[in-house]
């Protein structure tokens, strides 16, 4: 099967860096996406990793090593907006190009 | 432009009954995906919807049941509800190719008594 594990819980001060990982067990997938969610908020696309390497879009990067099994997401210059929980999914199993399989998610709380 | 709307936002039901949810996806979107998301857990993959047919399905049973409509919209049915049932159930509306990024709507919180 396939799986993707994330530590659960991160904590951080506003203006720091953080990088939240993702291992994962699976084959054949098109990327790696992450997503930043709200509580009681619906996901929202964060950054996608097809290739290797860094991924930047503004204050969020994601990493992607398919050798390594490894992902992660780095989050610079946090706010206390950034409060929230953060998922890894694979893209594009066994053929689906828009299926996403996630992981449990790592909820990130920024203090002042 | 609007984005991916649900209904209901909330939704009681009981043991045994059937229900019923509903989504309408991005404009010009052709794609939804439904997802399961049990408290403090993932996205959990239920299956999705492209040209009226369904194209891909997770490790849900039978009583997960859907459909597209012409318009792009879609339902999703439960029969035979379980307490396990109970969670927030996220319907995401994308483009089919390459494009990465899928609109997830706010969801419908379900509780099963």
């Known amino acids: 099967g396939q799986s993707l594990e994330q530590p659960s819980e991160v904590t951080a001060v506003e203006g720091a860096i953080v990088q939240i990982n993702c291992t994962y067990q699976?084959?054949?997938?098109?990327?790696l996406s992450w997503y930043q969610q709200h509580d009681g908020g619906a996901p929202t696309f964060l950054s996608y990793?097809?290739?290797?390497g860094l991924e930047e879009t503004g204050r969020f990067s994601s990493f992607l090593s398919r050798s390594d099994s490894y992902g992660y997401l780095l989050l610079q210059e946090l706010q206390m907006k950034d409060s929230a929980s953060y998922f890894c999914?694979?893209?594009?199993?066994?053929?689906?190009?828009?299926?996403?399989?996630f992981g449990a998610g790592t909820r990130l709380a920024v203090h002042p | 432009d609007a984005g991916v709307t649900q209904s209901p936002t909330h939704l009681i039901k009981t043991r045994g009954q059937q229900v019923t949810l509903r989504c309408s996806p991005k404009?010009?979107?052709?794609?939804v995906s439904w997802y399961q998301q049990a408290l403090g857990q993932g996205p959990q993959f239920i299956f999705q919807?492209?040209?009226?047919?369904?194209?891909q399905r997770g490790n849900f049973p039978d009583r997960f049941s859907g459909h597209q409509f012409p318009n792009y919209s879609s339902e999703l049915n439960v029969n035979a509800l379980l307490l396990g049932d109970s969670a927030l159930y996220l319907c995401?509306?994308?483009?089919?190719?390459?494009?990465?990024?899928?609109?997830f709507g706010p969801g419908t919180r379900l509780t099963v008594l």
């Open positions: 404009s010009g979107h052709d794609t």
């Open positions: 990793n097809a290739l290797d």
């Open positions: 995401a509306s994308s483009l089919v190719g390459p494009s990465p990024e899928q609109f």
């Open positions: 999914a694979v893209r594009g199993l066994s053929g689906g190009y828009n299926k996403l399989i």
């Open positions: 699976t084959s054949g997938f098109y990327g």
């Open positions: 919807y492209y040209e009226e047919e369904e194209r």
